[in-house]
């Protein structure tokens, strides 16, 4: 609420655009993965902000990464007891529950770091959800040194992930993080 008042009152003529955001992103005229991101991040900030719902802020930025990148698949897995269980995506259906330890996103829960992995196929346990997957990044939500959840982005295209990548995943999973 209070990014909203200081938006009210020192930038007025931007107010109605911001305020207003959550019915579409603007987003950077490049094709620079790095620019792309640099818009998105703070639209998501300002869209996760003043919302309390774990649910809402989970499925707006899912969509809200399909809709830049458009990933094969890009969603959350969240800890329920002793399981990921699938939260919010947009993408093809996917596997229900994962155990620690199991596939990217087991293994991403269990080393607590993000895993960027260019051919899943020669991952070692690997979960094929879809066949269309060939690369995937996830990144652990963590709060307190404990994992919340993982965020999943697979892509149909090999090697499609980088650092770039994780380092805003992982800025977006610490905004995650303290509104869980």
């Known amino acids: 609420m209070l990014l909203f008042l200081c938006i009210y009152f020192f930038f007025p003529e931007h107010f109605n655009s911001i305020v207003h955001m959550a019915e579409e992103l603007h987003l950077a005229s490049t094709t620079n993965k790095k620019e792309l ?3 998105l991040l703070p639209q998501l900030q300002s869209l996760i902000e003043p919302e309390t719902n774990l ?28 399981e990921l ?15 620690m330890n199991r596939g990217v996103c087991g293994s991403a829960w ?4 993000t895993l960027i992995v260019p051919n899943v196929h020669e991952f070692p ?13 996830v990144v652990p939500i963590l709060k307190n040194n404990v994992v919340l959840g993982v965020l999943d982005c697979d892509s149909e295209h090999f090697n499609h992930f980088d650092a770039v990548d994780q380092i805003f995943l992982e800025k977006i999973g610490e905004l995650i993080a303290a509104k869980a």
């Open 110 to 113: 269990a080393e607590k770091r």
């Open 125 to 137: 346990g690997h979960i094929a959800c879809s066949a269309a997957s060939n690369s995937e990044i």
């Open 85 to 99: 269980v699938l939260g919010p995506f947009q993408g093809p259906i996917a596997c229900t529950r994962i155990a």
């Open 37 to 39: 991101y640099e818009s």
């Open 55 to 82: 649910i809402a802020n989970l499925a707006n930025v899912s969509a809200a990464l399909k809709q830049t990148f458009n990933w094969w698949w890009v969603g959350f897995y969240w800890v329920e007891e002793n």
